[in-house]
Each structure stands twice: as structure tokens, then as C-alpha cells.
């Protein structure tokens, strides 16, 4: 392994934008890829947080992200979630590169809600309401406008100053942009007239109450991968048409829809299908609002750090078998 290459953040991002990590995910799910096999995510819980072990293998590669989550970090100055990834060769699994894994997560989960908001939405979605001012938050600005015209945002966050800032870099891209404290009912407005909302928090109760939304626009919730977590509730996750990136992993990881299950409020059949079943043009919204629940999984980070990986060798000019160390 001596001399195994690592992209590092900075490079990542400049290898993969939103647009082509959006791309890149649809063929993978058009070329094959099946979500409800990808092998479950060893969750340990230790006294800082949760280490998360994401392994993966598709097509010419494989590959395995190693991530934690330490609730305490932002107020240390450190990121809320770190992690490293290790990409491999799918035939021998010899390593061929690491990578910044925090980086990888941000650039991915904005795709993979970008994705099936394209799938999703009106196309002449315009409005955008984002509950959160972190990486997250920013992320998700930037993919949905691969995907659909959006012109105003409004960021709703905890933090006022947070917000503020988020909505500032909103505006300094050209878009109309503003921000309201959580505390501040004055939001509530823009979610009843949001074309897309976007819940990029580490709440665990819902943010909203979800007869705000109207029929028609479609809520993406990032934050959350545990049972007894959520950003959505029971109203809103009843009467909306849903959708995951496999149920399998939905059933067993996302609060947003293990406590509707468990009060009665839906059964498992009220999921309307997968990622893969959306692309492929086997979900039908219906009238109501549409929800994208993503708990992230492994398959995305190895589709999106693939194609940084040869979008990489392509730029050294290195071309034929996997560049080793």
C-alpha cells in the first residue's frame, strides 16, 4: 500500500460536482444496481457517539467507508460527522485510494436526494425551504438546483446566526434568499408555499406540523438514521406518497417511518417503492405531497467515490488496470 493514493476534500468535490454525483447515481440504478442488496450497516455505539462500518462492492470496484458521529463536536469546532473511505479493487480487493470520507458523505447525500427529487418534482420547481444551516443544509442548496430551476430559499435553523449565514452564501449564488430562527413562527408561511423542502437537522421530533405542506411538493429528510428519531410526522408521512432508497434499510433505520408504523398511522405497504423503482418508472406519486426518507447507504458512497476515482486517473492519464501503490 505504500504510496496509495488519497484524495483529499477539496479534491473530491472538484472531481465529482453535484450534477455529474446526481448522474452518476442514476446510471448505477439504471445500469443494475439493486438497493435492497446492499449488506446492512454495522452501527456501534461507543461513549462519544456511533461508529458506522459501510461496506460495498459494484461493478469494477469495492470499497468500505468508515464513519463517526459525536453529537458533542460542533461545539468543539470538530464536524458532528467524520469519516474515511477506502476504495478497492472489486477482483483482487487490493486498495487503490482513500479518501476523505466526510467530504464524500457531504457531496453524496445532497446527490442522492437530488435524484429523486428529479424524479420527483414539478419541473418548474421553484421554491425551497431548508430546515438547517450546516454542510448538509449548503449541500442540498446547491444539488436541487442541478435538478430544478430554484430561485428563493428560505433556511430555517436553531441557530439565528447560522441561518443568517447560510442564507447570505444562498443569496451571494443568485438566489433569493432569507432565514428565520426555528423559534420563529414567521416560516411556517414559506413551508405552506414551498415547492421543496429540505430537512438536513439532527432533530428528533418533527420539525413542523406536516398539514403545512401543501399537495404537490416534495420533502426530502437527510438527518436522521435511527428508529426512535425524526424529522417528519405522522400526518405528513400518511398522506404523502414515500419513497426510500430500500425498504429494507428504511424499516429498520428511519424514524420518520418506524414510529408512524408502530402507531398504526401507516403499514409497510404504504411505502410507494425504492430509488430504483422511481428511477424505472415504477412509482406513481398521486395527488398528495411526495417524501424522499434517505438513511444514506454504502452503495452511494462507493457509486460516487468511483466515479471520482476515474474521474482522477482520467485527469494523470492513467488509463488500463487500477493505479496501485
Not at 442514476?26 to 443494475?32: F, Q, T, V
Not at 427529487?117 to 449541500?139: E, T
Not at 442548496?141 to 430559499?153: D, F, G, K, S
Not at 426512535?228 to 420518520?256: C, I, K, P, Q
Amino acid at each position: 500500500m505504500n504510496g496509495l493514493p488519497h484524495l483529499d476534500g477539496d479534491t473530491v468535490y472538484g472531481l465529482v460536482p453535484p450534477g455529474l454525483a446526481v448522474q452518476a447515481l442514476e446510471d448505477a440504478l439504471r445500469g443494475g444496481l439493486d438497493p435492497e442488496t446492499a449488506p446492512p450497516r454495522p452501527v456501534v455505539d461507543v461513549p462519544a457517539g456511533q461508529l458506522l462500518l459501510m461496506p460495498a462492492s459494484w461493478g469494477p470496484y469495492a470499497g468500505v467507508k468508515v464513519a463517526t458521529v459525536a453529537p458533542d463536536n460542533p461545539a468543539r469546532g470538530l464536524p458532528r460527522i467524520q469519516a474515511l473511505y477506502l476504495l478497492l479493487d472489486a477482483a483482487t480487493l487490493s486498495p487503490i485510494a482513500t479518501m476523505d470520507g466526510t467530504a464524500l458523505t457531504s457531496l453524496r447525500t445532497p446527490a442522492v436526494s437530488a435524484l429523486a427529487v428529479r424524479h420527483l418534482a414539478s419541473p418548474d420547481a421553484r421554491s425551497l425551504v431548508v430546515f438547517g444551516s450546516g454542510p448538509q443544509a449548503w449541500g442540498h442548496v446547491t444539488a436541487l438546483r442541478e435538478v430544478c430551476p430554484v430561485e428563493r430559499v428560505t433556511v430555517v435553523a436553531r441557530d439565528p446566526g447560522g441561518a443568517a449565514r447560510l442564507a447570505e452564501r444562498c443569496a451571494a449564488a443568485g438566489l433569493t434568499a432569507r432565514s428565520h430562527p426555528a423559534s420563529d413562527p414567521a416560516w411556517r408561511r414559506a413551508v405552506e408555499e414551498a415547492d421543496l423542502i429540505a430537512c438536513c437537522t439532527t432533530a428528533r421530533t418533527p420539525l413542523f406540523p406536516g398539514g403545512l405542506v401543501r399537495d404537490g411538493a416534495v420533502v426530502v429528510a437527510v438527518g436522521s438514521h435511527e428508529p426512535d428519531a425524526r424529522e417528519l410526522d405522522g400526518d405528513l408521512v400518511a398522506r404523502s406518497a414515500v419513497v426510500v432508497e430500500a425498504r429494507t434499510a428504511a424499516l429498520a433505520e428511519a424514524g420518520d417511518l418506524v414510529v408512524p408504523l408502530r402507531d398504526g398511522r401507516i403499514t409497510a405497504d404504504h411505502l410507494a417503492g425504492n430509488l430504483a423503482d422511481l428511477i424505472a418508472g415504477r412509482v406513481a406519486p398521486g395527488p398528495g405531497p411526495r417524501v424522499f426518507k434517505s438513511v444514506g447507504m454504502a452503495w452511494q458512497d462507493l457509486v460516487v467515490a468511483a466515479a471520482a476515482y476515474e474521474a482522477w486517473t482520467t485527469r494523470r492519464g492513467i488509463s488500463g488496470e487500477h493505479e496501485r501503490g
